[in-house]
């Protein structure tokens, strides 16, 4: 697993740092404050963890701000300790409506409270299960329906057999 230290990294560099970690590592871990407002440059880091292959953790600590929330949108595991800015921000509202659906996209724009929004749904807090089905949530997102029920068919359960049909 590699691990990303977010302090002290901009959108820029951090988009940087994952394209490097990304190209071979089994899993990433992004932790540290994510404080911050988005730039322009997230767009290149909110791609990268959208279309990335391996399960994606974020420990946030302390407030969290729009590119905290942006992160916690786009992690299969996230967590956060510390209070949240509301979502304001046009990035927020895509990464939202894809990850979360339309309905509950609303619900976190308008809230006060976004990480109050976000555990309510489950995405707050969720174990390794969401990052252990990550390749099947992909192909349904990416492939015909068709498609992607044969290729969940070929992957492993987790069960103790380690049969994947």
Excluded at 27 to 53: C, N, Q
Excluded at 96 to 118: E, I, K, M, N, S
């Amino acid at each position: 697993m590699t691990t990303i230290t977010l302090e002290g990294q901009d959108d820029a560099a951090l988009a940087k740092t994952l394209a490097r970690a990304l190209r071979g590592a089994p899993a990433i871990t992004l932790e540290g404050p994510a404080p911050d407002a988005l730039t322009a440059a997230a767009s290149a880091w909110a791609k990268a963890l959208d279309a990335a292959r391996v399960p994606v953790t974020v420990r946030l600590t302390g407030p969290v701000g729009p590119r905290g929330l942006a992160l916690l949108l786009l992690a299969d595991a996230p967590t956060a300790d510390g209070p949240a800015a509301p979502a304001a921000h046009p990035l927020l509202a895509v990464l939202a409506q894809r990850r979360l659906g339309p309905a509950l996209a609303r619900r976190l724009l308008a809230a006060a409270d976004p990480l109050a929004v976000l555990a309510a749904a489950g995405h707050l807090g969720a174990d390794a299960v969401a990052a252990s089905h990550r390749a099947a949530l992909l192909a349904a997102a990416e492939l015909p329906f068709a498609e992607a029920v044969d290729y969940a068919a070929l992957l492993p359960t987790g069960d103790a057999s380690g049969d994947p049909r």
